[in-house]
């Protein structure tokens, strides 16, 4: 057709991604539409269904690719607790902040799209791979108290995740410091240092 992009068969899904990650940006993840991410990508409107069902499967692959990249993230602030697992797992939360900043589109279909993860397979793998970063961080965190001491890792990882997404959500959008004078980071480093103080993982 004239004036469209020609896709050789594996590009066309993947641009359909990233059309549909902007549109999310720009609009919301409940406002686009499986047109407008064909258009926005500069092919035709019936172009996506070679790929996916309809306009809720191709808002799971932008979530699933999201936390694909999350979860490369995390594991490389986490860097295996180097140089102690502290330190490492702090560093998690800038990556957290950083993510939801810099990925904007990617961040609202994981999150904020409402799509069903355990509904999909490969989305559920994917976002239990960013979760297990997290726990394998509080599981080495804890690690130097006895074994009947430790906290749950999945409770503390569980916890965390909600405290670095309320953050993002109420502190780390718009404009710096228009709701709070402390930075995103800031708020999410003495938030994490309180929490992981009252369950004695920190050592005095």
Request: charged fraction near 20%; glycine fraction near 10%; charge should be neutral.
């Amino acid at each position: 057709m004239p004036g469209r992009k020609s896709y050789h068969h594996g590009n066309l899904r993947q641009a359909l991604v990233e059309a549909t990650a902007a549109l999310i940006e720009a609009q919301g993840p409940q406002a686009f539409t499986l047109a407008e991410a064909a258009r926005s990508a500069e092919v035709s409107a019936a172009a996506p269904y070679r790929h996916f069902k309809g306009r809720d499967d191709l808002l799971e692959e932008v979530a699933r690719q999201g936390f694909v990249e999350f979860t490369g993230r995390l594991e490389a602030a986490f860097d295996q607790g180097r140089p102690k697992p502290l330190t490492a797992f702090l560093r998690m939360g800038q990556a957290y902040l950083d993510f939801a900043a810099e990925r904007p589109g990617y961040y609202m279909a994981m999150f904020e799209s409402g799509i069903s993860v355990v509904g999909n397979a490969d989305l559920a793998a994917a976002s239990d791979g960013a979760r297990g970063v997290l726990v394998t961080a509080a599981e080495a965190l804890s690690s130097r108290l006895p074994a009947a001491d430790r906290p749950p890792a999945r409770m503390v990882a569980n916890h965390i995740w909600a405290l670095s997404h309320g953050v993002v959500e109420l502190f780390g959008r718009g404009r710096p410091g228009s709701r709070s004078p402390v930075a995103a980071s800031e708020m999410l480093e003495s938030g994490a240092l309180i929490y992981l103080r009252g369950l004695g993982l920190i050592p005095e």
